[in-house]
């Protein structure tokens, strides 16, 4: 049996993999990634917004990129602006920092533009 904080981390997963950032022009830079995400949370009890929050924010410095890149646009939508300078602040010290730099501000226009912030 599924605990339910793996069914809860088994679908923001899927949020962050489907649909396929550059996938379509609907998705070319995360915009429905971020959207669906951003909606997730919105619709979550307290207890839940914690946990996945814990991950958005864990996911926004990996070195993963499309995954650190839609998580600084969903914590910016969120209003979460420390967890924006910390993903930042990491992105800095980063061997392609500047490249990095350069897709945590597409997230955060795509957010702006796609999920106001709360």
Same mark, same amino acid.
């Given at each position: 049996?599924?605990?339910?904080? =793996?069914?809860?981390?088994?679908?923001?997963?899927?949020?962050?993999?489907? &649909?396929? %950032?550059?996938?379509?022009? @609907?998705?070319?830079?995360?915009?429905?990634?971020?959207?669906?995400?951003?909606?997730?949370? *919105?619709?979550? &009890? &307290?207890? =839940?917004?914690?946990?996945?929050?814990?991950?958005?924010?864990? #996911?926004?410095?990996?070195?993963?990129?499309? !995954?650190?890149?839609? +998580?600084?646009?969903?914590?910016?939508?969120?209003?979460?602006?420390?967890?924006?300078?910390?993903?930042?602040?990491? !992105? =800095?010290?980063?061997? $392609?920092? *500047?490249?990095?730099?350069?897709? #945590? $501000?597409?997230? %955060? +226009? %795509?957010? @702006?533009?796609?999920?106001? &912030? $709360?």
């Amino acid at each position: 049996m599924t605990a339910p904080g =793996e069914v809860l981390e088994s679908e923001i997963l899927r949020l962050y993999q489907e &649909p396929g %950032i550059g996938a379509s022009y @609907q998705n070319t830079y995360g915009e429905v990634n971020i959207q669906t995400l951003v909606g997730k949370y *919105r619709s979550l &009890p &307290p207890a =839940e917004r914690e946990r996945m929050l814990e991950m958005v924010i864990g #996911f926004s410095t990996s070195p993963d990129l499309a !995954a650190s890149f839609v +998580s600084v646009g969903v914590l910016h939508a969120l209003g979460k602006t420390c967890e924006v300078d910390q993903a930042y602040r990491w !992105a =800095e010290n980063q061997q $392609d920092g *500047r490249s990095i730099v350069s897709h #945590f $501000d597409i997230g %955060i +226009s %795509i957010a @702006q533009h796609f999920s106001p &912030p $709360d």
